[in-house]
């Protein structure tokens, strides 16, 4: 299946992209295919502890699966305002 | 998460119109109308700051911002109307980021229901924001949230890195 | 009573130019603006209001701003800027009869400061509001002071009538 | 000696008039010179119990030595804002 992976803030500098497809079999979750996504951006390794998620827009936690086609937005902690 | 008609929502690259959201939100019925503003300082921990740079992920952005507007008119069923502006880009020194304005019929919700605004927005709105100095810069490190539908971090911990 | 020079005060009949207000305080150590804007509201207690007309002891309230700009000021050293703009006249639904910004680096203190004023500003300055209805008008009553300085009537009490 | 009376809100529209000059025998103070302005316009009365008052533009309580050319005024609790 593929995951529309999209990266934001300091994770999207640290990886040197905004975005990529994450081929990976099924089943998957959040933390399957950001580990996936971290062998592929080795530079994101230190955000492993902080990083948080979104899943098609909505905050996410690292345990929900993932269907084909879903976009997993991975990004550090919002500092907006 | 319904949002009402009259409230305002938006996420932009251009300069807030402060005012005119300030007019279209209000009616014959508000006798009170709080407005924080947030504002690019010249500093921060005594380094000085020369812009910011904000990156949002738009869509999901706005929806937050309204489901934050529905969470206000939840716990204070007594807010006339609220409005949400964000601005994200290259902002300078006293260009606003962010605006809210809340109005009541009295005062207290409003001041209430805007500080509550603010503090939630930081947490749970997917805007990040860099400092520019003069000699660098900086990802501003944004807090964990508290929020149990946006703590992730534990179960990640549990897998091997 | 020493009032900071950049600080605003300001009593006046004419329509409040908020936005004026809020630029000239505006500094770049700012990063916070909170501003409360009270609006005049078609109704009181269900019963339907036309307009509202204030009358001031215009010296005097003037003082009383600037006393207690100084009293913000101490009790939050980190305000930037305070400026306070109270209208008197016959004023229409959805004017403005006050403003008050407070700037400063952090929110906490602007929300915090913003709303101190306008709740003592209802105590100590010396204003009063009657409200026009349809058929027929009625002085607003304020309540008793609870500062030390302004309770007056126990004295006068003692007295015969 | 003379004091200068002011009138405001409820109070002023009770009396029907904005100011007064009060003339008393020294030593006066603040309630002297109110039990004098209600003597002149009875209409006061009823905000006996609720005046308050300032002096030369500043608050002051019942018991305030006046000095000949204050300036007094008498007004219901403050609503402003």
Redesign the interface.
Known sequence: MKIMVLLFGACREAAGTHQWECEIEAPADVKRVFAATRERFPELDRFEPVALFAVNEEHARADQPLRDGDTLAIFPPVSGG | MTDMPEDIFEITREPID??GL?RRL??????????????????NKERRVVRLE????A???L??MKRLGAEVRERWPEVERIGII?RFGSLE??ES??VITVTS?H?RV??EA??YA?DR??????????EIFEDGQE???????SDF?????????S?P?
């Open positions: 402060k005012l300030e209000l009616t014959s019925a508000a006798g009170a109308m709080v407005t924080f503003d947030g504002v690019v300082r010249d500093h904000y990156e949002a992920y869509p999901m952005a929806k937050e964000h020194i006293s980021s962010v019929a005062r409003a001041f805007c500080q603010i927005l930081k947490q749970t709105v997917p805007i990040w924001k860099k990802w501003v490190e944004g807090q964990q949230p539908r946006l703590r992730t971090s534990e179960a990640v911990d897998e890195g």
